[in-house]
T-cell receptor, first 113, second 114 residues
C-alpha cells in the first residue's frame, strides 16, 4: 500500500511566486518524513526532514516544509521560486525498521521565467 | 569530501547477460542502500547493508538480483540473466549509521537491456 502520496505529477509556477509541492502520508504513529530533489541526470539530494519537534522545518536552498498531523501532510514550500528550482521532487518516509526510504511517485516542478 | 560514487554511469547490455554495478559509499559510512528508479515503478528499495549485520534483502525483485558488500565499504549489485524490465536507473546511497536519517545518494547507473 502506498504510504506516501504526491497527488500532483507536475506543478507549474512563475518565477518569484510562492510554490507548494504536496505530500500526504498514511502511517500510524510518528512518521519520519523527508524531501529529496533530483536534478536531471543526477542523484537525489537531501532537502529537509521532520523527525520530531517543531512542525515547520527549514532545509536547503530556502525550502521549508510543515508537518501537519491532523491532515497527515508534509507539504514542501518556498516563498519565492527560482527557475533553478525546476526539478523532480520526492517525498519519502522511513520504514518501520528505520532502514529504508519509501518514496512517493515524485512531482515535477517547473518554474517559468 | 567525496560523495557516493557509482560505476559505470551507463550500461547497455543484451537480454540474458549478467551485469555488475558498483557503489563506493562515503568513507566511514556504515549503512549502504540500493534503490531502483524506473518509469513504471518509481523509486523502490532493493537492499540495505549495515556494518557486519546480515543485509535486508526484502526489496530484491527476484533471485536474479544479488548484492554484496566487501570489507564494509564497496558494494556490488549483480543482475543475472538480465531482462528488459530490469532497465532502470540504479541508485546507491549511504549514511553514517543506522540511526542517521540522512541518506546521501550517488549519481546512479543507467541500465538499458536490449
Amino acid at each position: 500500500a502506498q504510504s506516501v502520496a504526491q497527488p500532483e505529477d507536475q506543478v507549474n509556477v512563475a518565477e518569484g511566486n510562492p510554490l507548494t509541492v504536496k505530500c500526504t502520508y498514511s502511517v500510524s504513529g510518528n512518521p519520519y518524513l523527508f524531501w529529496y530533489v533530483q536534478y536531471p541526470n543526477r542523484g537525489l539530494q537531501f532537502l529537509l526532514k521532520y523527525i520530531t519537534g517543531d512542525n515547520l522545518v527549514k532545509g536547503s536552498y530556502g525550502f521549508e516544509a510543515e508537518f501537519n498531523k491532523s491532515q497527515t501532510s508534509f507539504h514542501l514550500k518556498k516563498p519565492s521560486a527560482l527557475v533553478s528550482d525546476s526539478a523532480l521532487y520526492f517525498c519519502a518516509r522511513f520504514s518501520g525498521g528505520y532502514n529504508k526510504l519509501i518514496f512517493g511517485a515524485g512531482t515535477r516542478l517547473a518554474v517559468h521565467p | 569530501g567525496a560523495g557516493v560514487s557509482q560505476s559505470p554511469s551507463n550500461k547497455v547490455t543484451e537480454k540474458g547477460k549478467d551485469v555488475e554495478l558498483r557503489c563506493d559509499p562515503i568513507s566511514g559510512h556504515t549503512a549502504l542502500y540500493w534503490y531502483r528508479q524506473s518509469l513504471g515503478q518509481g523509486l523502490e528499495f532493493l537492499i540495505y547493508f549495515q556494518g557486519n549485520s546480515a543485509p535486508d534483502k526484502s526489496g530484491l525483485p527476484s533471485d536474479r538480483f544479488s548484492a554484496e558488500r566487501t570489507g564494509g565499504s564497496v558494494s556490488t549489485l549483480t543482475i543475472q540473466r538480465t531482462q528488459q524490465e530490469d532497465s532502470a536507473v540504479y541508485l546507491c546511497a549511504s549514511s553514517r549509521n543506522r540511526g542517521d536519517y540522512e541518506q546521501y545518494f550517488g549519481p546512479g547507473t543507467r541500465l538499458t537491456v536490449t
